[in-house]
């Protein structure tokens, strides 16, 4: 009998080569409706405690969660379910999440660190973890919470105009464009009717507001080149997309791709192709100018 082949690339190849291909179709694997229902709310994809994952780890789960068609956004690992009192039902798969370390301690991000903890490599290691949907047996509160949020009362748009609004993010309005300009260090918008409507908006706005954060008075993003066409313009568009959508999911905003942004999957693919480890990268900023973004919040 021959055995099936099992898939011997480093972890980092086969989420790109995974991402890759949803690119290759015109698909961005972070501009999907991420909701309980048809409206194109997104939400991040949540753990056994209720807090949010982050960065890459945010693109596998909503990819998992489109391709199985699954609802709810809470996953936990097999033993973090019995732990519950719960078990995953038998025959389900899991979905691979990553842990991401440097050789020779157990901290997981930069915060603390010296500058002998920096010169140790980084190492990627992927768990399994399961759906709410794949579980049985969980205490009450987990499917009483989500009906009780599915309830609550919540205006996004208002909620929305606080937000980016504390960031201080100079705004101007007018003209057809959305952009962000660095020599200026200001996002120029089209008035809120000039979009189909107020979500719209508020998803552009989040994209620029993302470009913003780049400053060097901000978190100081450079990808040495920013022409358009060339690889440090299409990951800084990356970083932009990716932080625009982790945005869209923390406000309960709708995610509609801005249709001139379809001419840059062509750019992202030839940056992924030449580097499998980028996507990673883009996550990371992405993840590091949204926290930035909520930590100018009052």
Known sequence: MTRPQTDSRPLHERITAAIIADLERGVRPWTRPWSDDRSGVVSLPLRSTGEPYRGINVLLLWTEAVARCYRDPTW?????????????????????????????????????????????????????????????????????????????????????ERFFAATGAEVRHGGGQAFYLPSRDYVQMPPLDAFDDAQAYYATRGHETVHWTGHPRRVSRDFSSARFGDEGYAMEELVAELGAAFLCADLALALTPRTEHADYIGHWLKVLRNDPRAIFTAASHAQKAVDYLHDLQT
Do not use: C
């Open 76 to 160: 936990m690992t097999f033993r973090q379910a019995l732990a519950l009192g719960g078990h995953v039902r038998k025959g389900e798969h899991g979905a691979a999440v990553i842990y991401a370390g440097r050789v020779g301690e157990g901290r997981s991000d930069d915060e603390g660190e010296t500058s002998e903890d920096r010169r140790r490599p980084w190492f990627l290691k992927a768990y399994t973890v399961f759906n709410l949907a794949q579980i049985e047996d969980l205490p009450e509160a987990f499917y009483a919470a989500r009906e009780a949020a599915d309830r609550a009362p919540f205006d996004p748009i208002a909620t929305a």
